[in-house]
């Protein structure tokens, strides 16, 4: 079955702190992809990146990079220097390459970067 | 910058009621999706559309909820009569093509039933 932990249920840092919020999933295909969202305090969901499931190259944007490892399942985000701005609640999410393309949530973490 | 929209952004209502909640995805898209989430709680899939017809649907999804896309633009979900706990953001989202690429969503629809 298709599932997403995300253990770190709250995490409050001090600004210009690095922070790694954790994502384990779990699945049987050997075909699918894995996504991170930002919620911000106003509700709205944002993409922030997608990887797919024959990539296991670590990705950098600016501040923030994400560390797939498939050994591991685990796809861990983690954000450098950290700003008040990115104080929001962070989802990681599972998509597997079925029909539907439907998106499996974990629970989220909520990161609240303090000035 | 396409966007997805959805209206209206806050939906009262009374227990027993019907609601229509809009959508309307970025235009070239083909496949479209609702999730709901409860406040604090994870965002949940409800159902996915593809071709005009229901290609998935959650077991959240019971007879009380319908999607239509009735013309080229929009997409609905109607929820027949409202239950308490159908309060919840409701998000519409919609992808280009399958599997590689991500899902937008709008900035959600906040229905709280009385």
């Known amino acids: 079955a298709q599932k997403v932990t995300q253990a770190q249920t709250e995490i409050s840092v001090v600004e210009k702190e690095d922070?790694?919020?954790?994502?384990?999933?779990?699945?049987?295909?050997?075909?699918y992809y894995l996504f991170w969202y930002?919620?911000?305090?106003?509700?709205?969901l944002v993409f922030l990146i997608r990887r797919n499931s024959f990539d296991e190259q670590n990705e950098i944007?600016?501040?923030?990079s994400w560390n797939f490892q498939k050994s591991t399942s685990s796809f861990n985000f983690t954000i450098t220097a950290s700003q008040v701005v990115d104080s929001a609640v962070y989802f990681c999410a599972l998509?597997?390459?079925?029909?539907?393309?439907?998106?499996?949530?974990?629970?989220?973490?909520?990161?609240?970067?303090?000035p | 910058e396409p966007e997805v929209t959805q209206t209206p952004s806050h939906q009262v209502t009374q227990m027993g009621q019907e609601v229509i909640l809009r959508c309307v995805p970025i235009s070239?898209?083909?496949?479209?999706y609702w999730y709901r989430q409860i406040l604090g709680q994870k965002v949940e899939f409800l159902v996915s559309f593809y071709n005009n017809e229901i290609?998935?649907?959650?077991?959240?999804?019971?007879?009380?909820?319908?999607v239509e896309r009735p013309d080229g633009s929009n997409f609905t979900l109607k929820i027949r009569s409202t239950k308490l706990e159908?309060?919840?953001?409701?998000?519409?989202?919609?992808?280009?093509?399958?599997?590689?690429?991500?899902?937008?969503?709008?900035?959600?629809?906040?229905?709280?039933?009385?």
């Open chain 1, 19 to 31: 922070v790694t919020l954790d994502c384990v999933y779990e699945t049987r295909d050997t075909t």
């Open chain 1, 61 to 64: 944007s600016g501040r923030y």
């Open chain 1, 95 to 114: 998509s597997e390459g079925g029909a539907t393309n439907k998106l499996i949530f974990g629970t989220g973490t909520l990161l609240a970067v303090q």
């Open chain 1, 38 to 44: 930002k919620q911000p305090p106003s509700g709205e």
């Open chain 2, 55 to 66: 290609s998935e649907k959650s077991e959240i999804f019971d007879d009380q909820f319908s």
């Open chain 2, 28 to 32: 070239n898209h083909l496949y479209f």
């Open chain 2, 86 to 114: 159908d309060s919840a953001m409701y998000f519409c989202a919609s992808a280009s093509r399958m599997g590689r690429n991500e899902q937008f969503f709008g900035p959600g629809t906040r229905l709280t039933v009385l």
